[in-house]
């Protein structure tokens, strides 16, 4: 029998690839060795996509990938959430052409979320910073050892550490930093601190100059409040503004005098927001609730399920139900979709829907004149594969980039696959 190492080589050998369409998966050029070997591992789903699309595998096997950034010649820079042998950040390069990316290389030595290129620099955070990396003519890392630390001091204490962000137009860059803290309660309480001074670290968006180095935490701007955690977060290309998707905190089981236990698991609503400077969400004062449609004043700041705070918030431009879990929105200004898609929203959903009892999915949001035009709806759907017998997850999207063809890639953090969907056959 054949070593697995054996088989790996004639599979890239025969150069077999994995094409999967919204109806059906084939398997091309395989040999009966490749077919035995397939045949020891999960089989996998049928990706759902709309007519017209389809969906190839383009890399896989590559770890908890977190986002990822398409160079302009194809190549795919991904940031892993932990680091291998002192690499948290990979290029993934199609020496052959053949539409997979079989080689990588490493290098960064933190783990870490969020990755974009932007001006001729590779940006990409740890935890708590952001670094840059210049890239040569041909989109590579001249010197992967060194790279210039943009933003340091971000507040890391495990929980929603996720530094999202994002570059706009004027070569501002704004960061998304997570609360580690569900509620702001009091140690030991179920009681909200008064004022709740977490918001002057977390919960918010922070603006700083992506072109300045050794920037501290003192130097940002909070640009936003109030907003839990945002692990999406994009410029949209109409508006010039910074739209962010926020997971939701929890009502855990702590207040069932005021909760079912079904609402608790249906509350409250993950949503999409646009965001200018000053702007507050209501964390942790307040939440909205997606079957009343408004802000509900938090329990731990004297709210009861039903009654509405004082304070006037930001309000959903795009609600979504609970537990979705959105970790990327991608804003599409490319010409390869249909007109519909275009500067409309992309999120990568990377739980489930209680309510619903559905996820693992890729949404879309229609866009007309930098507004949300419609409700969002399911774009890519059945990344856990549950729908065609699997009894567990197989694959949960967490990362979005498009293409220079106007692909759209999707990144998946549970076997570290990249799912590359295009239009009309390309």
């Known amino acids: 029998m054949p070593t697995l190492e054996a088989a790996i080589f004639l599979i890239k050998m025969t150069k077999a690839s994995l094409y999967i369409t919204g109806a059906v998966i084939a398997l091309a050029s395989l040999t009966s060795l490749t077919i035995n070997l397939q045949n020891q591992l999960p089989p996998a789903p049928t990706i759902k996509v709309p007519q017209g699309f389809s969906v190839n595998i383009v890399a896989d096997s590559l770890g908890p990938v977190r986002h990822l950034a398409v160079a302009a010649n194809g190549n795919i820079y991904v940031k892993q959430n932990n680091i291998r042998n002192r690499k948290g950040l990979y290029y993934l390069t199609d020496n052959n052409k053949d539409g997979y ?27 708590s910073a952001i670094y840059r990396y210049k890239l040569n003519d041909k989109n590579e ?15 890391d204490k495990r929980a929603d550490n996720a530094k999202a962000f994002v570059i706009d137009d004027k070569n501002n860059l704004y960061v998304a930093v997570g609360s580690y803290s569900d509620a702001c309660r009091a140690p030991g309480t179920i009681v909200g ?10 919960g918010g968006v922070w603006k700083f100059k992506a072109d300045k180095a050794n920037q501290t935490y003192a130097d940002g701007l909070r640009f936003a409040t109030g907003v839990k955690n945002s692990v999406g977060i994009d410029l949209n290309p109409v508006t010039k503004t910074i739209f962010v998707t926020q997971h939701g905190r929890s009502l855990d089981n702590k207040y069932p005098q005021y909760y079912t236990s079904q609402q608790v698991a249906q509350l409250p609503a993950e949503a999409l927001y646009e965001l200018k400077q000053g702007v507050d969400a209501g964390w942790p004062f307040a939440y909205y609730d997606n079957f009343q449609n408004k802000y509900i004043q938090s329990p731990e700041y004297g709210g009861d399920g039903k009654k509405s705070p004082d304070t006037k918030y930001l309000k959903p431009l795009t609600v979504i139900p609970a537990h979705f879990a959105p970790n990327d929105l991608l804003f599409y200004t490319g010409k390869a979709f249909p007109a519909k898609y275009r500067n409309g929203a992309f999120m990568a959903f990377h739980a489930q829907s209680p309510e619903m009892k559905k996820g693992y999915l890729v949404a879309f949001v229609p866009f007309k004149n930098g507004k949300p035009s419609g409700p969002w709806e399911v774009f890519a759907d059945n990344f856990s594969g549950q729908e065609t017998g699997s009894t567990t997850i197989q694959y949960r999207p967490t990362g979005l980039a498009q293409g220079p063809d106007g692909s759209l890639y999707v990144a998946d953090d549970l076997k570290g696959t990249i799912f590359k969907i295009s239009y009309g056959g390309k």
Not at 103 to 116: L, V
Not at 193 to 202: F, K, N, T
């Open 141 to 155: 890392v001249i010197d992967a050892e060194k790279p210039e630390l943009i933003v340091t001091g971000l507040v």
């Open 101 to 127: 990316f079989e080689t990588k290389s490493g290098f960064a030595d933190y783990p870490g979320t969020g990755i974009k290129i932007s001006n001729g620099y590779l940006y990409s955070s740890s935890n």
């Open 193 to 202: 601190i008064p004022g709740c001074p977490l918001r002057d670290s977390v």
